[in-house]
């Protein structure tokens, strides 16, 4: 989940602008810099030099000192800090507030045990995606909900007026958007050890995808066990007043070696992991099954449907999809966001979606679609980048193993 053609952007601070995809970051990236928004931690990213680039809105930082691919490894090595306050958190309260949101999105939110949470996506009704999200049941009348930075404007618009509708009929439902918490996403092998020196709670009984609100460095933090890199971690909504003193302390704590990260090496964390990105993986017109979620689909949801665009959806499920989305390893130059996939014989077959030098796996990764067919494993096939042809093959993904915190 997460982003916008910003990424692109970020791969060419290491010598890579001549490929990066322009048109993706002027559609994204389309405020000029008097108008960014800056999150509380904009003086803290400067001050440890960080390289600050427009994103959906707002100024954030692509790198620091260290390079993407160094910044990279350490996450998986030892960990990283990112500030993801451009992304917007709310609240849903009100005893009908499960039944409203399982009209949107395609998850068993009533399913959800208190206090856990799981990756869902916002669909049309056409059955395509409208973002992606993390929703997490608090309690029966509580869901909080994060959603990406650069889709904010569309999904609270989308949210209200299905909201109005629903309060018309009687529906008791409101919601609180978080604009004055911080979220901040620990990651890496030392996010928990680390963590655990500013919490008196137990974080080894904090499973992924679970939340639980408590006290961190002093602050009333919400804590989800999750992230958007493949490795175990935290996303920490903070109140903002408090969100530079949490990331100090973090820091501090790790004795140099969580480092502060920015967007380019998140971009590249999340490639590896095989994680889709909202406006390159992911758009209005792929639905969650070509996008490869069906698995977030609940069961009871592929049954009942009720959500927007379910007949679409649950007729996927049962013909299969016409495309799929699919890994590549590929040789020659990285492919890149719309580089054409084709078979032996010249016909294309599909398109990359996103695509790069993978600093931990040191060869070529990407992801896209293609058609049904010539989704599996093994399927050899050509990667056409700036006009030449490339030999690759289909994988499966992760690219890079995950470690999620999991029962044992």
Known sequence: MRGGGLWQLGQSITRRLAQADKKAVARRCFASEAELKKTVLYDFHVAHGGKMVPFAGWSMPIQYKDSIMDSTVNCRENGSLFDVSHMCGLSLKGKDCIPFLEKLVIADVAGLAPGTGTLTVFTNEKGGAIDDSVITKVKDDHLYLVVNAGCRDKDLAHIEEHM???????????????????????????????????????????????????????????????????????????????????AKAILEKSEGKVRLTGLGARDSLRLEAGLCLYGNDMEQHVTPVEAGLTWAIGKRRRSEGGFLGAEVILKQLGDGPSIRRVGFFSSGPPARSHSEVQDDKANKIGEITSGGFSPCLKKNIAMGYVKSGSHKAGTKVKIVVRGKSYDGVVTKMPFVPTKYYKPS
């Open 164 to 246: 109005k509708a629903y309060k018309s009929k009687g529906g008791d439902v409101s919601w609180h958007i978080h604009d004055e918490r911080s979220l901040l996403a620990l990651q890496g092998p030392l996010a928990a050890p680390v963590l655990q020196h500013l919490t008196k709670d137990d974080l080894s009984k904090l499973y992924f995808g679970e939340f639980r609100i408590l006290e961190i460095n002093g602050a009333t933090c919400f804590l989800t066990r999750t992230g958007y890199t493949g490795e175990d971690g935290f996303e920490i909504s903070v109140p903002s007043e408090n969100a530079v003193d949490l």
